[in-house]
């Protein structure tokens, strides 16, 4: 799991997003994900942004390769 460019444990998120969160002004989370990611890891990102207090979030995933 990345946070910005910080690659971290699900353990120490939170505490990343809440320091994040205190030096931008910004209040939604982009969280980026490909097809390889479970909905249970999705699931623990969100817990722990909540536990930030980032209560507005964004799945954004890979476009898939449409063959022609």
Do not use: C, H, R
Not at 5 to 17: F, W
Not at 31 to 50: F, G, P, R
């Amino acid at each position: 799991i990345y946070a910005g460019t910080k690659e971290i444990g699900i353990g120490q998120l939170a505490v990343e997003l809440s320091s994040l969160k205190a030096k931008t002004p910004d209040d939604n989370l982009i969280i980026m994900s490909d097809k390889t990611v479970t909905i249970e890891i999705l699931i623990k990102v969100i817990d722990a942004a909540k536990a930030a207090g980032i209560e507005k979030f964004t799945i954004q995933t890979e476009k898939e390769k449409q063959d022609k």
